[in-house]
């Protein structure tokens, strides 16, 4: 079965392509479809609602969306919803990676308390009124510098003390194991994704 990510970012795709290895997984640029939903959600879950809801309006067939991001507990939970663009507003451009993590260890240099978490919301969208939605976590703390190649985002700052390492210097299959993108994929897995036609 085909289903469609909503989303632009093929990192994201080669992940769930780890996770949905039964299924063909297309992304809106794959076929040249324009895709800038307005996130104006409050949560993670109506953020990948939005995102859901905007891609199926198009292509009429089963979408999986998802929003993740950081909440880093001594900065009250941000960025959380605003990750991917924070530092933005306050920069007038689009921060890569490296950037957005040295003005989170800005935001973070007096403070002790360094626990964090990601956080994804995932949705599977069949019809107006169909739909799965689910949320999980991954625990971690932020250092105080980058550490590992792999990953993207936040990754590279996010240690994992059980493990001995940052997100990023897990394997690709590792992390699809134990991420919080991993475990709410396989959460829809579990819900029957397999077995779930689209509407007609």
Request: glycine content about 8%; some cysteine; charged content about 25%.
């Amino acid at each position: 079965m085909i289903i469609w990510l909503a989303t632009g970012n093929r990192h994201k795709k080669a992940e769930f392509a780890g996770i949905f290895s039964q299924h063909t997984l297309k992304i809106p640029a794959d076929e040249g479809i324009a895709f800038d939903p307005v996130e104006t959600g409050k949560s993670f879950i109506d953020n990948a609602l939005i995102k859901a809801q905007y891609l199926f309006s198009i292509v009429k067939t089963p979408v999986i969306a998802d929003d993740s991001g950081l909440c880093v507990d001594a900065l009250d939970g941000r960025p959380g919803i605003y990750s991917a663009r924070y530092g933005n507003e306050t920069t007038g451009r689009t921060l890569n990676d490296h950037e957005r993590n040295m003005l989170l260890l800005q935001a973070l240099q007096d403070k002790q308390c360094r626990s964090a978490h990601f956080v994804c919301a995932m949705v599977l969208f069949l019809g107006n009124d169909r739909l799965y939605a689910v949320q999980e976590t991954l625990e971690g703390e932020i250092l105080r510098e980058e550490q590992g190649q792999g990953g993207f985002g936040y990754d590279t700052l996010v240690y994992l003390p059980d493990r001995k390492c940052t997100v990023a210097s897990l394997s690709k299959e590792e992390k699809n194991r134990i991420s919080h993108r991993g475990k709410a994929a396989r959460s829809l897995q579990k819900a029957g994704v397999k077995d779930i036609k689209p509407q007609r």
